[in-house]
């Protein structure tokens, strides 16, 4: 980790965290470039649920945009690790701009680039890597959660050049906000989920609007909207793949998003640590600092404990993401590992916010805080990108196979 001055003034703690001499590099100026950049928005973003539109051509000049796309399209041609490492950094500053950029990243970004054909990709990843188009993600629709590929309800049909697409789609992060979205629809009701087939969207499209932007307990700043599709006019160009063949997609894209997602929880875990630290040297009750009560430092060392085992954990799996290819996802050793890093991620960082909150005391849970609004974000990822009860079905289903 980097040892940079935070906020507060107190270094943030050193780790044994098996980087790399390059990998380090690239975490510690993540790291820097975060603190700088994003954590003097975050106290409006989430008192106000607004959204800095300058961020993204900032993170595109700086060169984290595009970081696992080639290098032809503008990208830096990383790995899956390298993007996990700048999620790690990105979430210790601002949680709610990290989670934007994993959606524009990963969840459209590098979807369009595994699946999408050579003209797509010039026309639209270019555009992505400088942050002068947002991406989103268009796929769970209300009553259709963790059941988004049975339930869907969007419909696609063809006429001419064109497929009308008709429906809704909610909990749409980055949908107020994006210029290209990566939406499924059935163009085929008859086969279920094997009727189902991926579209680029683009905002300016006739029939597409926000029908509302939600309101949230956590991740404020991170833009959430409910999407509407009324005759929605989507040219023939912007069919992803085959017709019919979104499973692929969806199922190809969801093991590298939980993969992703899981240090957002780690660099949260990391952030409270370090608050609660700090924390405890300061504050003073009955004459001395509280760090010198054996409960404050059981409840310290066990959040050091957590973080570190997360740490591990994510870092195993980001690894194995870097040797799979997309014909691999959506089933094996890496659907499980997957589940099991982002399950476990989710639920620990909820216990260390606990714990961080516990050390703060009234002032945690006071509205404005840092630690306040870290703890609010935590249930998210025991909902969001298959709740932790899917996680367990994956992670049992692939060990009870015969």
């Not at 980097?2 to 098996?18: E, N």
């Not at 990843?125 to 988004?148: F, N, Q, R």
Request: proline share 3%; hydrophobic share 40%; with cysteine.
């Amino acid at each position: 980790m980097s040892d940079s001055i935070s906020p507060s003034g107190i270094g943030v703690m050193q780790a044994f965290t098996g980087l790399s001499s390059d990998e380090q590099q690239v975490f510690d100026e993540a790291n820097r470039f975060a603190q700088a950049e994003f954590y003097p928005l975050a106290q409006r973003m989430d008192d106000e649920e607004w959204w800095p539109s300058e961020i993204f051509p900032k993170l595109g000049e700086n060169g984290y945009l595009g970081v696992t796309a080639p290098e032809r399209f503008g990208g830096a041609g990383m790995d899956v690790f390298t993007s996990g490492l700048i999620v790690q950094a990105f979430a210790r500053w601002n949680h709610a701009l990290a989670l934007a950029w994993i959606v524009h990243e990963n969840l459209c970004m590098n979807n369009i680039l595994r699946n999408a054909n050579e003209e797509q990709r010039a026309r639209f990843v270019p555009a992505m890597c400088k942050g002068s188009m947002i991406g989103a993600l268009g796929l769970t629709e209300p009553g259709a959660g963790s059941d988004a590929l049975g339930s869907m309800r969007t419909t696609a049909r063809r006429e001419g050049g064109h497929y009308v697409l008709n429906g809704r789609k909610i909990y749409i992060t980055n949908g107020p906000v994006a210029d290209v979205l990566l939406v499924y629809a059935k163009t085929d009701k008859d086969r279920g989920q094997h009727g189902i087939s991926a579209f680029i969207v683009e905002k300016d499209f006739p029939g597409f609007q926000v029908a509302q932007k939600l309101t949230k307990m956590g991740y404020r700043g991170s833009q959430t909207a409910e999407l509407v599709f009324d005759e929605c006019r989507v040219p023939v160009e912007n069919l992803v793949g085959e017709e019919n063949r979104g499973v692929k997609i969806v199922m190809s894209g969801l093991d590298l998003e939980r993969a992703v997602i899981a240090p957002l929880c780690l660099g949260i875990a990391e952030r409270a640590l370090q608050l609660s630290i700090e924390y405890a040297l300061q504050r003073k009750q009955f004459g001395k600092p509280i760090a010198e009560f054996q409960m404050v430092q059981s409840m310290i060392a066990e959040m050091y404990v957590w973080v570190e085992s997360m740490r591990t954990l994510v870092y195993q799996t980001l690894r194995a993401c870097n040797v799979v290819d997309e014909s691999q996802g959506g089933r094996g050793d890496i659907h499980k590992i997957t589940a099991a890093s982002v399950m476990y991620a989710a639920q620990t960082v909820n216990k260390v916010l606990d714990h961080a909150v516990q050390v703060h005391g009234g002032s945690g849970y006071i509205w404005e805080s840092e630690i306040n609004r870290l703890y609010r974000s935590t249930k998210l990822m025991e909902i969001g990108a298959g709740t932790t009860e899917v996680r367990k079905m994956i992670i049992a289903g692939e060990l009870l196979k015969v």
